[in-house]
């Protein structure tokens, strides 16, 4: 039952993540860069503390008594993750839904869900299982069999992103992605996924935290909630600096302000995308409390997401005029997903 509820959290949180990008593209008049960050304000400096304090309402005696060194980890894995965060945007901008978080999440998916692991091989913690742990239970065995299973399936759904674009005209792909640029998108997409997985390293960082929260009594079900208000400073320094050079480079400072343009409406839209994009971790934390391994928690966390961007791309007709080759290579790309978080689920039920 309760990796049950597992699958079910990083479900929800993985549906929000991967439906996040859509309220964006209702903001109307507006430069990528004022809508982005609008959205990161609600994303990373509005929502975590409220979030933090409806679940655990002394979270910030809790960070203040933290040690600063634990701190500032955090704080600076969060700054690199942010770079991530802001190349996942224009990814998804140069390669559309379905390819950008296939190849962006991919990546993620395999440093993510596996780097954790393997440095707790080399600096063992309490609780936390190492490779070398997963190695040697049938239940780890079948975890690492899980994510093998994904890391295929979203190369195969990142080959039939490529087909679709050696395949579509280009009138097609403008009218589907706006700005689609497959060699700029691609370099982006790698480096946003390399650095995007040092969001699952300031998780594990902020555990002396969270087990704080948990000695006061707190649910474990909210833990992390107390570590993703450090990790997400971080976060919002780097895409707030990016942001406001791009206002004053492009001259886009005046959106906010614009009469020409919807602005209560683009700020309304952009605070949704961004309180969805908050979501999908508020419920991760849950998640990895029912399943406790970090490396099931990301791949899981990370399935969904894709499985939810490809279905929006599917919505938002991205894959029409392809052929059934590529489609069909669409499909078990979506499949393979599918039965990787099967097995995820059965390699936490049997431990």
């Not at 507006?30 to 979030?51: D, R």
């Not at 497959?182 to 982006?188: D, L, N, R, S």
């Not at 791949?299 to 005029?321: P, Q, V």
Request: glycine share 14%.
């Amino acid at each position: 039952m309760q990796t049950l509820l597992g699958i079910i959290f990083h479900a929800i949180g993985g549906i929000s993540s991967g439906s996040f990008y859509m309220p964006f593209k209702k903001v109307k008049g507006w430069a990528w860069e004022s809508y982005w960050i609008t959205g990161g304000l609600f994303s990373w400096l509005i929502v975590p503390p409220l979030a933090a304090w409806l679940t655990v309402p002394d979270f910030a005696e809790i960070i203040s008594g933290t040690d600063s060194g634990v701190k500032s980890l955090i704080y600076t894995l969060g700054v690199l993750w942010g770079i991530g965060g802001l190349t996942y945007g224009l990814g998804v901008r140069y390669l559309g839904m379905s390819l950008g978080n296939s190849v962006i999440l991919g990546v993620s998916s395999a440093l993510g869900s596996l780097g954790p692991a393997i440095y707790y091989n080399f600096k063992p913690v309490a609780g936390r299982p190492s490779f070398t742990d997963m190695l040697q239970s049938s239940g780890g065995q079948v975890v690492l069999l899980g994510i093998l299973v994904c890391l295929i399936g979203i190369y195969v759904s990142g080959r039939a992103g490529m087909m679709k674009e050696n395949e579509l005209p280009a009138e097609t792909k403008k009218s589907t992605t706006t700005e689609f640029n497959f060699v700029k998108g691609i370099i982006i997409a790698v480096i946003s996924g390399l650095l995007s997985a040092f969001f699952n390293f300031g998780i594990e960082a902020g555990k002396p935290m969270a087990d704080v929260a948990v000695q006061h009594g707190h649910n474990p079900l909210f833990r992390n909630n107390v570590t993703y208000v450090v990790l997400l400073w971080g976060g919002l320094t780097t895409n707030l600096l990016w942001c406001v050079y791009l206002n004053v480079k492009n001259r886009t400072y005046g959106d906010y302000t614009n009469a020409r343009t919807p602005v209560l409406r683009n700020i309304l839209f952009a605070g949704l995308a961004g309180t969805l994009w908050y979501i999908q971790f508020f419920f991760y934390g849950m998640g990895e409390s029912k399943l406790g391994n970090g490396a099931s928690s990301w791949i899981l966390h990370m399935a969904t997401i894709i499985l939810t961007a490809n279905f929006w791309g599917l919505y938002l007709k991205e894959w029409t005029g392809v052929s059934r080759k590529t489609f069909r290579t669409f499909l078990w790309g979506i499949g393979l997903i599918l039965a990787s978080i099967f097995l995820v689920g059965i390699g936490n039920s049997i431990g």
